[in-house]
């Protein structure tokens, strides 16, 4: 866990309150910190046609992404759950592509956190050097 860790974590809770998540009930807030100490943060948006539906961790990246952020230092997710929800497959190379190896803290609403490197979460991971 970082310094930047806790601040990322209540902010990720608390956009948590907006998801949009009819469907699964499944409420996900996450944030992410640029290298320059600048912060976004995103929640689910389901979709009735539920392949639409986007993560928390990709809205948060989009919107850092069109604000013209490019050097994201961390990224946090916080759902309900005992065990700690680590980020889809989708999400995991999104992450890997826009913020590279940075510390995923994981965090759930009981106040249990544990930090992981996107390596770890996506060892072997396809990017755009291979296209070069
Ligand atoms: N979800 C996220 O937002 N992030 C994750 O890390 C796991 C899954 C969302 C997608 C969908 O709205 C709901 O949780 C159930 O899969």
Not at 52 to 79: F, M, N, P, Q, Y
Not at 89 to 112: K, M, S, Y
């Amino acid at each position: 866990m970082s310094n930047n860790s806790e601040d990322l974590i209540k902010l990720a809770k608390e956009v948590r309150k907006n998801s949009f998540a009819p469907y699964s009930k499944f409420m996900v807030g996450s944030a992410v910190i640029t290298k320059e100490g600048k912060t976004y943060a995103g929640c689910n948006v389901e979709s009735a046609s539920y392949g639409l539906t986007v993560c928390a961790e990709r809205v948060a990246i989009w919107k850092a992404i069109s604000e013209g952020e490019r050097d994201l230092a961390e990224i946090v997710v916080v759902a309900d759950t005992e065990q700690l929800t680590p980020p889809c497959g989708v999400c995991r190379q999104i992450i890997w592509e826009f913020c590279g190896d940075v510390p995923v803290t994981l965090a759930n609403l009981h106040g249990d956190v544990e930090t992981v490197t996107m390596r770890e979460l996506l060892p072997r991971a396809f990017d755009t050097k291979f296209l070069k």
